[in-house]
């Protein structure tokens, strides 16, 4: 019995450890086509004849597609599970990009960027929620510098189609070709997904889904909501607006403002690989609380008023170091908070909140510095740093009361 035990054990442990490997490999080619819109857009401009702030419309609808599959996907995930929900996801991004790489009209690229926001929204919150159910701290922190690592690699393969003379469709093509075989080998999994739930009382196995309404009844969550809009608000504002910001107000020169605002994608993605070494050591609660004293270091030194430039390059740096923990913990925390049986719908409503502070708030600052002052940029960041210290401490409280 001892020895029949021992295999089952040694089974499972394999069976995970390969599921591990593909949500990995999902976690890239999720963020492979997240920077393709911004690395092409200058040549489609001419090509579909539009004016340049078109790509907003582009990105809000992807946008709206995610927030709209992320609110879904309690109900999707505990219908269908979580591998086949990852599974059609990432075939309906991969028929999405397909048709970005056909096509000649800017209005249909408008259509194709509904199911490619739904497949993305969907595959994030059900990968995240999965994750954080069956796997320790350290691999979500591995699973979001993943993401990065594909973020990274898709504008590299763009240039490489543009610079080629193959065009930014090729560019498309190419990620829409490893999308496709990333479904195909997710389709073959499902058997593999199938037998690591079995047996398991994991989410999939909860009854009825308790939806946005009774996910919001629960004591913390709006707390938690409101601290992930705020980060998610902080990441893309700091990211956006940094190169503008050291060029206009610091008087940096373009090309080293380029690379200094690129260093703070780079101080998120390593990060996030060094966290995921001390991570369980620390725990979730503390790695929020590194992350969050890291980022108000970086924003006083953005903010500092000397001459000396050097500072808010530093700065920069610090900030992307610091944001790096926040995410994949907050998210990995979410289940021990509020309840395995409760995190598939709070975290896609994460997942939605994160959206809307990604998509709303830098556009907001950019009418601050274009009518204001750009110089506002550390202060504005600062608010929502302020704000996910204080959420994420409420719902800390809150947990420990419970």
């Given at each position: 019995?001892?020895?029949?035990?021992?295999?089952?054990?040694?089974?499972?442990?394999?069976?995970?450890s390969?599921?591990?490997?593909?949500?990995y490999?999902?976690?890239?080619?999720?963020?492979?086509?997240?920077?393709?819109?911004?690395?092409?857009?200058p040549?489609?401009?001419?090509?579909l004849?539009?004016?340049?702030?078109y790509?907003g419309?582009?990105?809000?609808?992807?946008?709206a597609?995610?927030?709209?599959?992320?609110?879904l996907?309690?109900k999707?995930?505990?219908?269908?599970?979580?591998?086949?929900?990852t599974?059609?996801s990432?075939?309906?991004?991969?028929?999405?990009?397909?048709?970005?790489?056909?096509t000649?009209?800017f209005?249909?690229?408008?259509v194709?960027?509904?199911?490619?926001?739904?497949g993305a929204?969907?595959?994030?919150a059900?990968?995240?929620?999965?994750?954080?159910?069956?796997?320790?701290?350290?691999?979500?922190?591995w699973?979001?510098?993943f993401w990065g690592?594909?973020?990274?690699?898709?504008?590299y393969?763009?240039?490489?189609?543009?610079s080629?003379?193959h065009?930014?469709?090729?560019?498309?093509?190419?990620?829409?070709?490893?999308?496709?075989?990333?479904?195909?080998?997710?389709?073959?999994?499902?058997?593999?997904?199938?037998?690591?739930?079995?047996?398991?009382?994991?989410?999939?196995?909860y009854?009825?889904?308790?939806g946005l309404?009774?996910?919001?009844?629960?004591?913390?969550?709006?707390?938690?909501?409101?601290?992930?809009?705020?980060?998610?608000?902080?990441?893309?504002?700091?990211g956006?607006?940094?190169?503008?910001y050291?060029?206009?107000?610091?008087?940096?020169?373009?090309?080293?403002?380029?690379?200094?605002?690129?260093?703070?994608y780079?101080?998120?993605?390593?990060?996030?690989?060094?966290?995921?070494?001390?991570?369980?050591?620390?725990?979730?609660?503390?790695?929020?609380?590194?992350?969050?004293?890291?980022m108000?270091i970086g924003?006083?030194?953005v903010?500092?008023?000397?001459?000396v430039?050097?500072t808010?390059?530093?700065?920069?740096?610090?900030l992307?170091?610091?944001?790096?923990?926040?995410?994949?913990?907050v998210?990995?925390?979410?289940p021990?908070?509020?309840?395995?049986?409760?995190?598939?719908?709070?975290?896609?409503?994460?997942?939605?909140?994160?959206y809307?502070?990604?998509?709303?708030?830098?556009?907001l600052?950019?009418?601050i510095a274009?009518?204001?002052n750009?110089?506002?940029y550390?202060?504005?960041?600062?608010?929502?740093?302020?704000?996910?210290?204080?959420?994420?401490?409420?719902?800390?409280?809150?947990?420990?009361?419970?």
């Amino acid at each position: 019995m001892s020895a029949m035990y021992r295999g089952q054990e040694c089974e499972e442990l394999f069976v995970f450890s390969l599921l591990l490997a593909i949500i990995y490999i999902a976690f890239i080619s999720l963020g492979l086509p997240d920077s393709l819109l911004g690395s092409a857009w200058p040549l489609m401009v001419g090509e579909l004849d539009v004016p340049l702030s078109y790509a907003g419309i582009i990105t809000m609808t992807i946008s709206a597609g995610t927030i709209i599959s992320s609110l879904l996907s309690d109900k999707l995930t505990r219908k269908l599970g979580a591998g086949l929900v990852t599974a059609i996801s990432v075939s309906l991004t991969a028929g999405a990009l397909l048709g970005f790489s056909l096509t000649n009209s800017f209005w249909l690229l408008c259509v194709l960027a509904v199911p490619y926001g739904l497949g993305a929204g969907a595959v994030d919150a059900a990968l995240n929620n999965y994750v954080a159910l069956h796997y320790a701290s350290r691999h979500m922190s591995w699973l979001h510098c993943f993401w990065g690592v594909g973020a990274t690699v898709g504008p590299y393969i763009m240039g490489w189609a543009i610079s080629a003379d193959h065009g930014w469709r090729s560019g498309y093509g190419i990620v829409s070709a490893i999308q496709i075989l990333l479904a195909v080998g997710l389709f073959l999994s499902l058997p593999l997904w199938r037998k690591a739930n079995s047996g398991s009382a994991d989410e999939e196995n909860y009854e009825a889904p308790i939806g946005l309404g009774g996910a919001l009844k629960i004591k913390g969550v709006k707390a938690i909501l409101i601290a992930f809009f705020g980060y998610c608000a902080f990441e893309s504002t700091a990211g956006l607006w940094a190169s503008s910001y050291l060029v206009e107000y610091r008087g940096v020169d373009a090309e080293t403002a380029a690379f200094f605002a690129s260093l703070f994608y780079l101080g998120i993605t390593a990060g996030r690989f060094l966290s995921g070494f001390v991570a369980d050591r620390f725990g979730d609660k503390n790695m929020i609380r590194i992350g969050v004293v890291l980022m108000c270091i970086g924003v006083v030194l953005v903010a500092l008023p000397v001459k000396v430039v050097g500072t808010a390059l530093v700065g920069l740096v610090v900030l992307g170091v610091g944001a790096a923990p926040v995410y994949p913990s907050v998210i990995h925390s979410t289940p021990t908070h509020f309840g395995k049986e409760n995190s598939h719908a709070i975290v896609g409503i994460q997942m939605a909140s994160a959206y809307c502070g990604s998509t709303f708030m830098p556009p907001l600052f950019g009418l601050i510095a274009q009518h204001v002052n750009i110089v506002f940029y550390p202060y504005f960041m600062a608010i929502f740093v302020l704000l996910l210290a204080v959420m994420t401490e409420r719902v800390n409280r809150i947990c420990e009361a419970r």
